[in-house]
């Protein structure tokens, strides 16, 4: 099947691979993993993912390196954030170890897929873990299904980074104050649908959202964390309950920091956005996407050069993606190399 993907022209979407890895949880225990050819399951009609939201999922990435080798990207990391979103919305976790197994597994069984390197494309990673016993009542289900699914991608920005234009729309949030939106539920991402698609309309690619109490402070993109440069060159990053603790920003603060850049993580109230120098959106699908201008009803911000993407931020970009790639030193242990 791999043989015949267009690896230079391959998007960002599901595609059919060899088979997923699956795991039931039932009676208080763990089954063993499985490999399953078919990218389905059976679910009781009363399933709590389905009536209760009873789910969570993480994304990550495998990596053809420049050496050969096949490596995932900080696994470790998306574990321990899925234990932390079970035992947030009280599900069984699925631990680390097996966590890291599974994701070595679906890699090892699924290589031919793993774009080759110099493409710019990744394997990319989907762990799902649902809620699939009957529940009709309020309460956890009796049974939940692991799941690692994987598909190839084409790297998200053909030809380079590409600014992007972003909006806030004051009439929708995210994710509440106490609510859930530091931990990866698909309710945080059905929340932003509608304003979501509204903005696409109307000609935005991403939404920026503030704190849903006050509408003072930025908290994130829809789907991104939110990174700021300041013009004396200080990397900001909002600190809020509400916002999801991404990898790829943690990544980058720690690259930052590796390259003299003075790091902060703080509450950034809305007004110092027109004071930045650079403003991005930071996620494992792109690492950085730009953003170039910002509007808020009457206001526009013009931030940066539409055409132009910072030193900074390519310096940034580049130095996670060379890691990734296996073209620069590994110095944290970040990349888990699968024997393929």
Excluded at 46 to 54: P, R
């Amino acid at each position: 099947m791999a043989k015949d993907i267009d690896w230079a022209n391959l998007g960002f979407g599901f595609s059919e691979v060899n088979c997923h890895v699956q795991a039931v949880w039932k009676d208080g225990a763990w089954g063993k993993l499985e490999l399953v050819e078919k990218p389905y399951i059976t679910m009781h009609i009363g399933a709590s993912c389905l009536h209760y939201g009873q789910e969570c999922f993480e994304g990550m990435k495998a990596f053809r390196q420049k050496d050969g080798k096949v490596a995932i990207f900080r696994p470790e990391e998306n574990a321990r954030r899925m234990i932390r979103t079970a035992i947030r919305t009280v599900m069984p976790p699925v631990p680390e170890e097996m966590f890291v197994e599974a994701a070595e597994m679906a890699v090892r069984e699924n290589a031919e897929f793993v774009p080759p390197y110099g493409t710019g494309g990744s394997l990319y990673m989907r762990p799902l873990l649902i809620g699939t016993g009957p529940q009709i009542g309020v309460a956890p289900a009796k049974e939940y299904t692991f799941l690692m699914m994987v598909m190839p991608v084409g790297a998200y920005y053909k030809g380079g980074l590409k600014p992007v234009r972003a909006v806030i729309l004051d009439d929708w949030d995210r994710a509440a104050p106490h609510g859930m939106g530091d931990v990866k539920v698909g309710g945080n991402y059905a929340a932003s649908l509608f304003a979501h698609e509204k903005a696409k309309r109307e000609g935005w690619p991403v939404e920026l959202y503030l704190d849903a109490k006050e509408h003072k402070y930025i908290e994130e993109f829809s789907t991104s964390n939110f990174l700021g440069i300041t013009k004396d060159g200080v990397y900001v990053t909002p600190d809020s309950h509400s916002v999801l603790p991404s990898i790829t920003n943690m990544s980058l603060r720690q690259v930052a920091e590796d390259l003299g850049i003075k790091v902060e993580v703080r509450k950034i109230p809305y007004e110092e956005v027109r004071e930045l120098a650079e403003v991005a959106a930071l996620g494992t699908a792109v690492v950085i996407t730009p953003v170039w201008e910002i509007t808020r009803g009457s206001e526009v911000i013009k931030i940066s050069d539409p055409e132009k993407v910072s030193d900074t931020l390519l310096k940034l970009y580049h130095t996670v993606q060379g890691i990734q790639y296996g073209e620069i030193p590994d110095t944290h242990g970040w990349c888990h190399t699968v024997e393929v």
